[in-house]
């Protein structure tokens, strides 16, 4: 095993490049079923899962939670702030590039320490997101999307663009316009906003439209100044229901879109949908992602999961193969990501202290959105659920159905039809649907 350094030190060491073993490896760091080049319907698999790492759960979690102190010791910390985030860079392309990761996903401030004032900041992004430039120049690993976090400082606390004072709005602009220049700068496919703090707590201080027309607002300033500065990508709204506000504004995938088409921003805006941002909206993950397909705005996937059994926002590894290959045919079926991936929004336990747990915990998650990927392309050559979706609907296909689509009947007409008898009882055959699905899973 060779070892794999960015800059002067390894900071994983002991674990060389990871591989695909197959199945029957017993090796914990070898990939059983993500084999990057194997052909799935024409595409290898790296080119449908285009898989992301994210820069704040992986390189800044430390494993605190709101009742414990951190449980992960980073070797990375240096004497300084900057020192830090710069072995924190080294460390972070030298996992991408051991866990064969093409993207990665980061806030502005995951790479680059805040200064005292926000020009500051700004500067020390510009030093960082250099840095990285030319890590991702050695390596080949690419940015999937950049952000901003606007949710951790206090000056947040009452919103973003949604602030009921005009000057933070103004500190606000500063940072999204030096998070737009660092994406633009690092060649990033997308940019994504998630409005953490763009909700409320109580309708008694809250002018709701106003805080929504701004938001509006807002977006549409962000994107006609990242347009101008030759932006081609994509930018994402994350919905998410709850937490930190107790009712935010991208409550989920129907409000977000519905959103974006008031504000016309539709045409540049598309949704990146976490799977446990839909559970905690009570929806499956497949159903937001389905939401999205319909109205052709899923852009991008923050892959991982929650904890059905509680109401916040766990972010787990994914690695229920149900889910994943529910999601995988979402994708199947709207012809595949494009700018988009799945970016693994996901952190280990608390628990999971040794180092290697964050290898083991992106092998788990790439392996089950393999088996995901495998198990959807077998449903869709197989054809079988696809025949009895048809089936169920195929009185739409022609005659009054057809009509009726065309929008070719009016009311009265369809109420004499009504006059015909009872309809025939017809089965959903929910239960042969799920064990065929089982089948293609465990057959
Ligand atoms: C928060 C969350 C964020 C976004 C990016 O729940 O998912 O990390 O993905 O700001
Ligand atoms: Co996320």
């Not at 869709?380 to 169920?392: H, S």
Request: net charge negative; hydrophobic share 35%; proline share 3%.
């Amino acid at each position: 095993m060779s070892s794999i350094f960015i800059g002067n030190k390894e900071y994983f060491p002991g674990i060389g490049k990871v591989a695909f073993e197959g199945s029957g490896s017993d090796n914990p760091l070898a990939f059983k079923f993500y084999n990057p080049e194997q052909l799935i319907g024409g595409k290898t698999m790296k080119e449908h899962l285009r898989f992301s790492v994210a820069y704040w759960h992986s390189f800044c979690g430390d494993g605190s939670d709101p009742f414990g102190s951190p449980t992960i010791n980073h070797p990375w910390r240096g004497n300084d702030s900057m020192t830090s985030a710069k072995n924190k860079l080294d460390a972070a392309f030298e996992f991408f590039t051991k866990i064969d990761a093409p993207y990665y996903c980061f806030h502005d401030v995951d790479m680059a320490p805040e200064g005292a004032n926000q020009v500051e900041s700004e500067k020390n992004l510009i030093t960082l997101t250099d840095m990285a430039k030319e890590r991702q120049e050695s390596t080949g690993v690419k940015l999937l999307w950049g952000t901003a976090n606007m949710f951790s400082h206090p000056r947040y606390m009452n919103g973003v663009a949604s602030n009921p004072d005009f000057q933070v709005v103004g500190h606000a602009a500063h940072q999204v316009k030096a998070a737009i220049d660092s994406t633009i700068k690092l060649g990033g496919q997308g940019y994504t906003f998630w409005g953490g703090r763009e909700g409320y707590m109580t309708l008694w201080n809250t002018d709701m439209k106003r805080e929504l027309d701004h938001i509006g607002q807002f977006l549409a300033m962000a994107r006609d100044y990242a347009r101008k500065a030759g932006f081609t990508g994509t930018f994402y709204i994350e919905p998410k229901a709850m937490e930190p506000s107790k009712h935010q504004y991208d409550f989920d995938a129907a409000t977000v879109i519905g959103f974006l088409r008031n504000y016309g921003l539709d045409k540049d805006f598309k949704c990146n949908i976490e799977a446990n941002h839909a559970t905690l909206a009570g929806h499956d993950f497949v159903h937001d992602l389905r939401t999205c397909r319909d109205a052709g705005l899923l852009g991008s996937v923050d892959a991982n999961r929650g904890d059905l059994m509680n109401g916040w926002d766990t972010d787990e590894f994914p690695t229920d193969v149900y889910q994943t290959t529910q999601a995988m045919l979402e994708i199947l079926a709207m012809g595949g990501l494009t700018s988009g991936g799945l970016n693994f929004d996901a952190k280990r336990r608390r628990n999971s202290t040794d180092s290697e747990d964050l290898f083991l915990a992106h092998i788990a998650g790439m392996d089950a959105f393999a088996l995901g990927l495998v198990t959807a392309q077998k449903i869709i050559e197989d054809g079988k659920l696809a025949e009895m979706l048809k089936a169920r609907y195929s009185s739409w296909d022609s005659g009054d159905g057809a009509a009726f689509e065309k929008g070719k009947l009016t009311l009265e007409q369809l109420a004499a039809m009504g006059e015909k008898g009872e309809p025939a009882t017809t089965s959903g055959k929910q239960e042969y649907l799920e064990s065929l699905v089982n089948g293609y899973l465990f057959g």
